[in-house]
């Protein structure tokens, strides 16, 4: 691909505020007082970049950015809210799924994150469904094409209008010559349950399914005549309220923006630091303790806010991870640093543990953290942690290290280097595989995490112990420490960006699947391959060919 | 890559037997009766095709064409084998993996293929452990490398000489940019359980991990010094026979050649015929019910050995797989076609059913043909099933039509055309994620397969019925079953071959995953993607200058 736009224009940001949304817009009590509703109307004059337009509500990344925002504030601002309607204000069009020509005219690398971003968007709908009591009712009263279906089908509930021409569809393997890139082939089979033989229809039909077939195919759940369209929708959002009406929610906290410092070869937070050195293709990710006692009760952790240390850590840490998979496309290794006081970290660990069960703004936190963890889990660069006689490998910034490729631990003489266990490590901030970052680590032996969470309840673990834990992957001391890191990153770095992806997104998610690790594992590596093949991106490929008059020119060849 | 040597020479062929070894020896009697021996001994100057040589038992198709055979022939032909040591006959290697200099020289859709049929291979091997009463023990007296430590996960236990200098490795990302390509990172985390910070440390040193450190880190089972290596081996291969002396095995049936005839666009076996049209890129594959009642005691099942129907069809079956994934490339759309006697069909899978518990050799078969079948599950064409006036959609060749991506079912006027319900459809033969290819049409409603077997149990079901039951995809008439199907084979054939190999592989195995679902799903998938990227295959790829002074240019982007 000649144009690599993307990948070589101005930094990505990703914060926003449904004030300045240009594509989206949230309304709160819609109806009924426990019911949101999120109408996207794409502006198409306003592009991440310029060069297409967003017709038809059609999405990029500056659209996805502002629907992660909206997810997210309806869990932290809008407590009251139990049902969101997720719907959109063109005539006769849902949604037209991912932007063609942006899609064209983006570099691989852009367009691989561009879909784990929206992913992990629409898992944040799942995870919002499944554990803060919102519920999703997407209310499809027009065409429902390619990410438009895949967005309806993160939502508990597909309503679509029967008005005769309305379809769902996922038409990118007939007209792009590419995957449905957020989840919509293993959501259909897996989470929906279609059959396979219908869905391989359904796949290859440019034009959907409508109407009493979509419902029969369990493509969607209910069908609404146009004139009763909004009112029958309204009165479902009311009734998937009354489903979770018993989930705590709240104290509301507004997400303050979080303003980073941006320099030449460096971001900074107020607890976290991301130093580039671009020429070496490294980076450093530093995350920093609180500074003093946390809060400890519901109420005063409520009473932070958004300054809250839990919550706003790992809002930094997620946005240098966005940065990174999408600002500084060669850094390959990222060192993970941590520094502060562990007691610190381990008490705010265990407020949140003990407050989440009854505050839904605690568990909200503990949710967050959890989906930072996983967001840097699947994100495609080598991760070594250091844990040496600055860090604070305690509770969840040990996560931190636990989710790393590995664990270099420094064997000091004065036996001070540890880690620190708190409940965060007991499977509260679990992988997408449902088990914890330990458990992950003791597949051998599953009895041996007990015994780990067990003498973690006792105090510090230091090095030599951690080691024989199975927590450090490389041990060394004072004297070979530095160089034995130094060697590490240098050798990493020297090795085939490639290979290293495939390897580590195979090695990080070991036993059992769940629907996110078959999304993000293998659909993405379906994804990275197909989007490369000349059929798809090359000159006469069909995704570069969309909207032309010319057929694409395929090379028959099975693989 | 320009040359493209393997995708456009002489056909090549699967059948073989150990007379005609040129790279394996295979030793019944070992030490022991109920030990066999496998060396590898690779004649290097017998390449599948002309131009590298298999120097350090390195392997192409040609050596994995005679181990599969080999494992084969010692689950039907030696019943009094319990245990077969893996070894090599070379000074201070055990096997040094994939022949580098011929993946550089094949093209994509070769290696690919190559991939899958090595993997499938080692997954007979464990298959062979799980259920036939055979353990395999990896010698390994040497260097064992890639492929050659791949070869070694597959089997039970692997006992490593200890000489200070003798490692397993896998040196894939850092020597050549790829990854391991026959289940090695699965089979690492998955199966032998090694820690994921670990594995990432051993699958970046090109010298790998010998001695004590291989067997802390699991990635080995005992450690030998050379002086008692044999003995030892030989000792742990009788224990690991003892393990297995309960499972019934024989009587011996000796697999005799298929011998079909090749025509220019026909291949013709006894009870399968492949018709190719390569100028539509389709092909018409049918498999024959036995002619007559087939035996249904385990004695004269026994009695017709290689002759049985339900074994030699299946041969012939997967024979014609084979064929298809390398020999005709551009094939991308197959129909599914059966004839016969459905009766006769459903009389011989009861008869296997009813055996398998006491009969060796009836087990065997029945595993046989759920290789097959799971073979067809994973080749990379699309399947099309079609049950009409002519069809047998009997038991084990309803499995064959449950498998396509799609059934097409006549709805003929005399209510005769239907589908025949066997044993074989409740879960003898199984698909690799562990359930029945019923239940994975029911994921929806799991209730509905007893229902559904219950009502085969019966007798024949009409299509209308087979259509309620979700058993047909599409149904239409006589005056529209032709052209329905015809137009479904055109437009299938249009589309991007790509996307639809993507796409099949992601419908084709919904729910719960396996070791051997990730690796043919997620490995596949990562392969297809680092195979095809300059940093491996370009012009200054790592595997395209493997063995030679330049060091690789890499472009450095992650995605």
Known sequence: MAADASESRDPIRFETHPRQYRHWRLEIGAGDPSVARLTMDVDPSYPLRPGYELKLNSYDLAVDIELRDAVERLRFEHPEVRAVIVTADLDRVFCSGANIYMLGASGHSFKVNFCKFTNETRMAIEEASAASGLRFLAACKGTTAGGGYELALACDEIALVDDGSSAVSLPETPLLGVLPGTGGLTRLVDKRKVRRDRADVFCTMAEGVKGKRALEWRLVDRL?????????VRERAVALAGQVADVPRGPAVALAPLEPTYESDRIRYRHVALELDRAARTAVLTVAAPESPPPTTAAKMAAEGADLWALRAFRELRDALWQLRFNELDIGTVLL???GNPAHVVAADRALADAAGESGFCREVLLLQGRTLRALDATARSFFAVVDAESCAAGCLLEVALAADRVYMLDDEAGAVAVHLSPANGGALSTATGK???????????????????????????????????????????????DELRIAVEERASLSPDALTGMEASLRFPGAESMDTKILGR?????????????????????????KPE?????????
Chains 1, 2 share one sequence.
């Open 224 to 232: 609404l005549p146009k004139s009763r369209f909004d009112e029958g």
């Open 337 to 339: 640093r941590t520094r």
């Open 436 to 482: 914890s970052r330990l458990a992950l680590r003791w597949l051998a032996d599953p009895d041996r995490v007990a015994a780990v969470l067990a003498r973690g309840a006792e105090g510090p673990i230091p090095t030599a112990e951690a080691d024989a834990m199975g927590i450090a992957t490389i041990v060394a001391d004072e004297i070979d420490f530095d």
């Open 523 to 547: 659909l993405s590596a379906w994804q990275n391959w197909i989007f490369i093949r000349p059929n798809a991106t090359g000159e006469r490929g069909a995704l570069t060919l969309y909207g």
């Open 551 to 559: 057929r694409p020119a395929f090379r028959w060849t099975r693989t």
